[in-house]
């Protein structure tokens, strides 16, 4: 029997991730290994827990008893465990170098120990580029990270890209553009807008908002995911975006209309330190296996919105407690 691992598969792309495998690869053992920090919710996965082929774990990445203990149990690593958010990164970097470098070095340490392991994908983002005013990034460009979060991650793929020429230890590693879909935690500038939208409150746009994001319906990451998992080549990256480039503000005019709310509900704030302007990724290498995005950016945008507004019991208790007093903190270095 095939077993595979999904390290953070509590969090947003984890846990739509491990949904995916139970839907299209029932015959796996799913192991979902999540540490449960604030963006860590058992909640996202609930429909799993009755799956016979399903079991969790709570546990940290860094835990080297731990890691040592299940890596040689599985066939099959995909490690979402990390911290995510770029501005808690510029306010506290420390544990993203802990997670996102650590956690990913003590992986790849038990899987170069174990003879088990078929493939290991560590997942990246698009970030760790850096800033592209023109054009778009291809897999073998150098990495320009600009915040702590980002710098982490390129530290973490450099290790995975360095087991992969020293030891040859499986591993593969995609870089995706931003994502959106259900369960991504309110922080993230598409829930939080909705969220508070539907709350009536204002969203605090940074700077000019006229920085770009390319939007991913994270199923789409999903399946580019799998496909890397199962079909990619060994050693190798590849990105993953939807080509669907719109900046700051054309995003939040667009939930400002689908939630019917004027434009008097965005509130301009400082500018976020480091706030790299473009991100763009050339996905040729992931399209030549065959994959390309199947979401049409509005409908799945409304399908998110309408999400969030099916499920305030979701968010309503995420967004009140460690939020309310990180908030706080947010507001008062903003203008
Ligand atoms: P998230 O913040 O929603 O979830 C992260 C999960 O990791 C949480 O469940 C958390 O509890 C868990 N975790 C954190 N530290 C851990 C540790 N030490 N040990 C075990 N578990 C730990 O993140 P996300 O948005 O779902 O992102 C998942 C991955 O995808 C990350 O590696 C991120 O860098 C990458 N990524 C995200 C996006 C995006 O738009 N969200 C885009 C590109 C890449
Ligand atoms: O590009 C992939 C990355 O996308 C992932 O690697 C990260 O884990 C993920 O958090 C995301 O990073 P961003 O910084 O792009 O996402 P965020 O949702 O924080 O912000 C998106 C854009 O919106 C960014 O230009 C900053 C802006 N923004 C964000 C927030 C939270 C605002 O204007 N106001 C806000 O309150």
Not at 154 to 162: E, S, T, V
Not at 214 to 242: F, R, T
Not at 255 to 265: A, I, T, V
């Amino acid at each position: 029997m095939t077993t595979i691992l999904i390290t953070g598969g509590c969090g947003f792309i984890g846990s739509n991730y491990a949904r995916y495998v139970s839907r299209h690869h029932p015959e796996y053992k799913m192991i979902v290994l999540d540490k449960l920090t604030y963006a860590g919710n058992p909640e996202n996965i609930s429909d799993l827990k009755n799956n016979p082929n399903f079991s969790f774990i709570k546990g940290d990445i860094c835990d080297e008893k731990l890691i040592t203990e299940i890596v040689p149990k599985v066939d099959y690593i995909v490690n979402f465990a990390a911290e995510t958010h770029v501005d808690r990164s510029i306010s506290e970097p420390d544990a993203f170098i802990k997670t996102d470098i650590f956690g990913t070095h003590n992986i790849l340490e038990a899987v170069r120990n174990s003879s088990n392991v078929k493939r290991f994908l560590q997942i990246s983002t698009d970030e760790v580029y850096g800033s592209i005013l023109e054009g778009s990034f291809r897999e073998d460009d150098p990495l320009e990270p600009s915040s702590p979060y980002s710098a982490s991650k390129a530290g973490a793929d450099l290790m995975c890209l360095a087991y992969w020429t020293t030891y040859k230890t499986p591993i593969l590693i995609t870089r995706s553009s931003n994502n959106y879909g259900p369960y991504q935690y309110p922080e993230k500038v598409i829930p939080l807008f909705v969220t508070n939208l539907i709350e009536n409150k204002q969203v605090p746009l940074y700077g000019d908002g006229l920085n770009v994001r390319d939007w991913l319906y994270v199923e789409d990451n999903c399946v580019g995911i799998d496909l890397i998992l199962h079909e990619g080549k060994l050693g190798e990256i590849y990105n993953i975006g939807a080509g669907e480039e719109v900046t700051n503000l054309e995003l939040t005019h667009l939930l400002l209309e689908m939630l019917d709310k004027p434009k008097s509900m965005i509130r301009p704030v400082e500018d976020r330190k480091g706030h790299d302007r473009r991100y763009s990724v050339d996905c040729s290498k992931l399209r030549s296996l065959g994959w390309k995005p199947l979401a049409d950016f509005k409908e799945s945008i409304k399908q998110t919105v309408a999400w969030y507004q099916a499920n305030r019991a979701w968010w309503e208790p995420l967004k009140s407690g460690e939020f309310k007093e990180y908030y706080k903190k947010q507001y008062r270095q903003m203008v």
